[in-house]
């Protein structure tokens, strides 16, 4: 009996001294999209790569324990598993990256003192719902629309058609609005304005209007996903449109290359996005780094992820404690902190969101190049 | 005028599209009372197929074509046999269900055994072509998908009104006792059904992987909910009735797009589904529908 007794309680003091191990741990909930429409646009693997490299280097830091599960794109699930994450004690969570999950989930989070911190957030509604504890690892959607505007008018195009869709929220409607207003701003002309459906698979009746203009605009500029803008690109150049087509980040992924099929079909494409990719630039680099260790890394939204990863790590330390509220506050400590996407990445003036530099990615015989990369002056609906 | 045309022949396109589907749906329908939500993974299927196959090396656009019909017909028919024949005298509750679940098990496996994200497949791009006649340009997919879902329609016409097979799927769908106590074998029927249901989802994949130049894991799951639509318009378990309540709802789509204003753009679902209920509550039973029984149910 005695050695019974003497057995538990070395076991609950091992049990205790694990969970104190544990509680000084910087805990990660990710409910990422590994299935559904946004799986193209998961940050986990960025993530997961960014966190094991640090945890290798183990330079002083507390240890990073990511926890991830597949939200299925589905706003409702990412809410709740946004829930079983803060009851694991995380410190730092994110969901599926549009307001309808990230608001409940930061809601959720408040009482926890938890941050929740998404990588590839860029929806202004997320910056103007007053959550002081959200972060957007992007940069908002006007900042994005303005920088293809400037871009698109400095290759001289005059006129543009927008595609907008209610279905994204402000993501496929305002941002084209936000893009029509900065282009006339500049002195350009939106001449006709044009709805489509999220998951459109025929663009004809739309091509078919664009075609029926008195004449044919410089430039299209839509904000929707892959494979939808693949399948317009395709149908747009089947119909013998060779004019500019410009769009928003969801452009960025390799699978738009893929989809378009022909290189000819790309050279006058344009899209704003979250830091240069597929020109050797650094991102490049650390994703094929992750690559050969072995991550299923796609591509810009994974180097968001790894920024969130690095930039909670290095607040954590700059902090002393992994304790919610402390961490959140160093994460927006002035001078920022370097990241994958930008040499420095900083929190301290804008508080939601970060201040850095929007690439504009065009395309050269199928390859990409980079436009621009300026950040733009005249930018609508943000202040 | 040309606009006008263009968008006709647009109406034309999207309505052939879901009548192909819809005629899917209405097939096995009519013999099983079956909806068959999984009809959008038997499209899936195929265009997994090609794309496999010009993965390894296809290069000839025409065994693509025949890779992707036959494939999506014995996925049909593995449907059938591992899936909805256990379930054959289930409650239609239960059938529905089972659908759905194939549905989602079969989207789950595109998923973990090929990718989540967009797979490009170009070997149908050449049937992506414009091609002019006078002052009118139109795309030859278009012209294509509307007469290749015509003569489908009439190949299915002709093989239930003269072939003993087609007899007996129409005889079944009457009353499929009947039809058994004649000596026709029930699994033969029904097998068979599955199979036409497939190479019509095996022809709507040929065009959808033109017009996409890719795949994705759910490709096939939003058309089918449109063909069930298509099928409610027509009258359920009607195949005429599918083929015009495809075609109505392509026109439907299609006219709200052009003849709506942009800034009620966002109405356009609500709309749609408005005409499809105000269509509904003037015939019930859908437009080539038969009046059901409703007893006590009536006013």
Known sequence: MGKLVLGAAALAAGLMQAASAGADDLKIGLAVAMTGTYAPYSEAEGARCMADRINKAADGGPKIELMIEDNRSDPQLSVSLGQKF??????????????????????????????????PNTQLEMQQAGLDNFIAGAVPDPINAAAVANALYGKGALSVALLVSPDAGSYSEKLPEWFGE?????????????????????????????????????????????????????????????????????????????????????????????????????????????????????????????????????????????????????????????????????????????????????????????????????????? | MDYLFQQLLNALAFGAEYSLVALGLAVVFSIMGLVNFAHGEIIGVSAYSVFLAAALGLTSPLVAVLLAVGAAALAAVAFERVAFRPVRYAPTT?????????????????????????????????????????????????????VVAALAIVGLVLFLNRSTLGLAIRAASRDFATVRLMGIRANRVIATAFAISGALAGIAAVFIIARRGSVTPDLGFGLVLKAFVACVIGGFGSLAGAAVGGMLLGFIEVGLLVALPQQYGGFKEALTYGIIVALLLYRPEGLLGRRAELGDKEA
């Not at chain 1, 410190?91 to 926890?112: C, K, M, N």
């Not at chain 1, 150049?237 to 378009?260: H, I, M, P, Q």
């Not at chain 1, 508080?351 to 990369?373: C, H, M, Q, S």
């Open chain 1, 182 to 383: 900065v282009f006339e701003h500049l002195g350009g002309k939106v001449v006709t304005k044009l709805n489509y459906s999220w998951g459109t698979t025929d663009w004809s009746p739309q091509i078919a209007s664009i075609k029926a203009l008195p004449e044919k605009p410089d430039a299209i500029h839509v904000c929707g996903v892959l494979p939808d803008v693949g399948i317009l690109l395709r149908q747009l150049r089947a119909n013998g449109y060779d004019g500019w087509v410009a769009g928003c980040d969801a452009f960025d992924d390799k699978s738009l290359e893929g989809t378009v099929g022909d290189a000819a079909s790309l050279d006058k494409v344009m899209f704003a996005t979250h830091g240069a990719t597929g020109m050797d630039s650094p991102i490049d680099q650390f994703l094929e780094q992750c690559k050969a260790d072995g991550y299923k890394v796609n591509g810009i939204f994974d180097a968001l992820g790894a920024d969130m990863v690095q930039i909670s790590y290095e607040a954590a330390k700059k902090a002393g404690t992994t304790e919610a509220a402390a961490l959140r506050e160093a994460m927006r400590a002035p001078g920022g902190y370097p990241g994958t996407t930008a040499p420095v990445i900083s929190f301290a003036e804008k508080k939601g969101y970060p201040v850095k530099a929007v690439p504009v990615i065009g395309f050269a015989e199928g390859n990409r190049v980079l436009i621009t990369d300026t950040p733009p002056t005249y930018v609508p609906a943000l202040d």
């Open chain 2, 94 to 146: 239960t059938g529905l269900l089972t659908a759905f679940g194939v549905s989602i098990v079969v989207q789950n496996l595109f998923m973990l055994l090929i990718s989540p994200k967009p797979q490009s497949v170009s070997i149908l791009n050449g049937l992506n072509q414009m091609w002019f006649f006078g002052p009118f340009a139109v795309s030859s997919l278009q012209v294509l998908e509307l």
């Open chain 1, 86 to 119: 803060l009851d694991a004690g995380a410190q730092v969570i994110t969901g599926v990256p549009f307001p309808d999950a990230l608001i409940p989930t930061a809601q959720i989070a408040e009482p926890y003192g938890a941050t929740v911190f998404s990588a």
